[in-house]
Structure formats: C-alpha cells, structure tokens
Nanobody, 117 residues
C-alpha cells in the first residue's frame, strides 16, 4: 500500500507564496508520474502540475510561470512551490502518484490553500 501525506497548506495573502509537500511512505514502488491537482468549491478537480519520469513537466495554463513542481532524488516526495498566489488559487490541493509498470494511482488526503487578504 502507498500512503501519501501532504503538508504545507494554509492561509496566505495575495502575492504570497506557499510550498506544498507530499511524501509517499510504506511503499517499495517507484512512481513514473507524480502530480498535483486542486478542487475549488463547486468546481471539478483539475490538474495543476505533473512530473513524468523526471523528463517531462506539464502545468495548467493558469499557473504557468508562478508554480513549480519538483521531486526528491528518489521520487518519493513531490513538491509544489506556489508563488504570486491569487485568490482564484484557493482550493483543496491533492497529490497523486502513479505506480510505474502497474498504472495504479494513489491520492493524498488533500490540503487546504486559501488566498485572501
């Protein structure tokens, strides 16, 4: 089983920064895809940023140039550095990993990010 523990959410003023972390524990698997998604009230969950096999990174248009996804060397922890935050970035942020070779997906429990003055 894979357990994902997220941290780093909170309340921040517009223009501020936050760094989210998602650590995978209890797993011997490697992950070929690690990413972040978010869900705002009344909206569907959407992709924010994904890291694919260390080689490719994709961002949602709404966060390009402001957010940066990265992983540790072992690809057991995925980070999301969020700069120049806007009120429309307010959402619950979830990490998701995909087990390499199996395709099984696991989700974190979510962490609340609120951007407000």
């Amino acid at each position: 089983q894979v357990q994902l523990v997220e941290s780093g959410g909170g309340l921040v003023q517009p223009g501020g920064s936050l760094r989210l972390s998602c650590a995978a524990s209890g797993s011997i698997y490697s992950f070929n895809v690690m990413g972040w998604y978010r869900q705002a009230p009344g909206k569907e969950r959407e992709m924010v940023a994904v890291s694919i096999n260390r080689a490719n990174v994709n961002y949602a248009d709404a966060v390009k140039g402001r957010f940066t996804i990265s992983t540790d060397k072992a690809r057991k922890v995925v980070y999301l550095q969020m700069n120049s935050l806007k009120p429309e970035d307010t959402a619950v942020y979830y990490c998701k990993v995909t087990v390499a070779g199996w395709g099984t997906e696991y989700w974190g429990q979510g962490t609340q990010v609120t951007v407000s003055s």
